[in-house]
């Protein structure tokens, strides 16, 4: 009897290869997997970059718009007003006698001295919802 190794064995399997039996699969490659990826790319781009860089550019334009009397808020969530810009801070007036230095990143909102504040529209529905409660209990 002749006796192969393992080592042997596996040397004939791999001598002896497909054989011919079998064709490979069509299609498969770079190509098959290139259009989806591009897929998701659009779609990613789509849902999350493309409106992160206008929000960016949104703020961007907000903190070069801001003047003393704008009210702001911070990241932390205070409320103030803008009193003096310098080229990196802000100074807002958070109280009568107290006056905080902020960087200018750190600023939230930015609403302007004519613009509402974002608070009253909730009031003004809630008050416009309570007087219609009131027309309703005259009713009945």
């Known amino acids: ?8 064995n596996i040397a004939l399997i791999l001598a002896q290869g497909d054989g011919g039996g ?6 498969g490659g770079l190509g098959g997997m290139m259009i989806p990826l591009l897929v998701m790319f659009a779609i990613m781009y789509f849902l999350i970059i493309r409106p992160q860089r206008q929000r960016q550019k949104q703020m961007q ?20 007003t803008v009193t003096s810009i310098k080229k990196g801070t802000v100074k807002v007036r958070v109280d009568s006698s107290v006056t905080i230095e902020f960087q200018k990143e750190s600023i ?12 009253d529209e909730a009031e003004e529905k809630a008050d416009a919802g ?4 009131k027309k309703l209990e005259k009713k009945g």
């Not at 009897?1 to 042997?8: A, H, K, N, W, Y």
């Not at 079998?22 to 299609?27: D, S």
């Not at 309570?130 to 409660?133: I, L, N, T």
């Open 1 to 8: 009897m002749i006796s192969l190794t393992p080592l042997t």
């Open 22 to 27: 079998a064709a490979p699969a069509p299609g």
């Open 61 to 80: 334009q907000q903190m070069e718009a801001l003047k003393p009397g704008d009210a702001v808020i911070t990241a932390g969530g205070i409320h103030g």
């Open 108 to 119: 939230q909102t930015v609403i302007k001295k004519g613009d509402a504040k974002p608070g």
């Open 130 to 133: 309570g007087d219609a409660d």
